[in-house]
């Protein structure tokens, strides 16, 4: 299982980016797809998920200007990042919860890490 992960970028404080990760491989089902990022010195954090039942699940410190929306059949999952602020300058990791068969656990799957950097 490979994810590949585009986007990101800098911009200014109140712009915009678009994320996008799409995975590639064989499996029985992908679960959960979603983005986590990680400031320097700090842990790696959930921005937000998105089941293949497409309910989705924001950090409270993105709700209302980040998007995130999947495409089950093409197996990609985007985030639309809006009005973005300085505190969300990170390294953005794609990621899925997979199972590869019917009868195996859920194993978590990372993209490469993408920059975001939005300055005052």
């Given at each position: 299982?490979?994810?590949?992960?585009?986007?990101?970028?800098?911009?200014?404080s109140?712009?915009?980016?678009?994320?996008?990760?799409?995975?590639?491989?064989?499996?029985?089902?992908?679960?959960?797809?979603g983005?986590?990022?990680?400031?320097?010195?700090?842990?790696?954090?959930l921005?937000?998920?998105?089941?293949?039942?497409?309910?989705?699940?924001?950090?409270?410190s993105?709700k209302?200007?980040?998007?995130?929306?999947?495409?089950?059949?093409?197996?990609?999952?985007?985030?639309?990042?809006?009005?973005?602020?300085?505190?969300?300058?990170?390294?953005y990791?794609?990621?899925?919860?997979?199972?590869?068969?019917?009868?195996?656990?859920?194993?978590?799957?990372?993209?490469?890490?993408?920059?975001?950097?939005?300055?005052?």
């Amino acid at each position: 299982v490979q994810l590949q992960a585009s986007g990101g970028g800098s911009v200014q404080s109140g712009g915009f980016l678009h994320l996008s990760c799409a995975a590639s491989g064989d499996w029985f089902s992908v679960h959960a797809m979603g983005w986590y990022r990680q400031a320097p010195g700090k842990q790696r954090e959930l921005v937000a998920e998105i089941t293949n039942g497409r309910s989705a699940n924001y950090a409270d410190s993105v709700k209302g200007r980040l998007i995130i929306s999947r495409n089950n059949a093409e197996n990609t999952v985007s985030l639309q990042m809006n009005s973005l602020k300085p505190e969300d300058t990170a390294v953005y990791f794609c990621h899925a919860g997979v199972y590869l068969t019917f009868y195996s656990g859920e194993r978590d799957y990372w993209g490469q890490g993408t920059q975001v950097t939005v300055s005052s």
